[in-house]
């Protein structure tokens, strides 16, 4: 079982960067496949963007791709999610989600096991 907790949110003016953080519990880190989602208010959560394991494959969701990037430091425990060129339709609650088993379709959140508690990006115009 893992624990995570996100981390880096905030407010920040359209155009404007944010790098979130999630740091995982536990020693099995390096086996775990990787993904951020975000819920803004009165919308389903949404996929943004997955990462392999061990860091070697990366999805990105088309409406971010260009501008957030997504990685993986298993010696940190710790995905990351940099967020550049923000602009005011990404304000949501990130989310940062696990699994050890890939997911058979890329972004499906039933796929992930564990979840964070969420960290709120509000970007203004």
């Known amino acids: 079982q893992v624990q995570l907790v996100e981390s880096g949110g905030g407010l920040v003016q359209a155009g404007g960067s944010l790098l979130l953080s999630c740091a995982a519990s536990?020693?099995?880190?390096?086996?775990?496949?990787m993904g951020w989602f975000r819920q803004a208010p009165g919308k389903e959560r949404e996929f943004v963007a997955s990462?392999?394991?061990?860091?070697?494959?990366?999805y990105i969701a088309d409406f971010v791709k260009g501008r957030f990037t997504i990685s993986k430091d298993n010696a940190k425990n710790t995905v990351y999610l940099q967020m550049n060129s923000l602009k005011p339709e990404d304000t949501a609650v990130y989310y940062c989600?696990?699994?050890?088993?890939?997911?058979?379709?890329?972004?499906?959140?039933?796929?992930?096991?564990?979840w964070g508690q969420g960290t709120q990006v509000t970007v203004s115009s």
């Open positions: 990462i392999s394991s061990n860091g070697g494959s990366t």
């Open positions: 536990g020693r099995t880190f390096s086996s775990y496949n």
């Open positions: 989600a696990a699994t050890v088993v890939p997911p058979l379709i890329i972004g499906m959140s039933s796929e992930y096991d564990y």
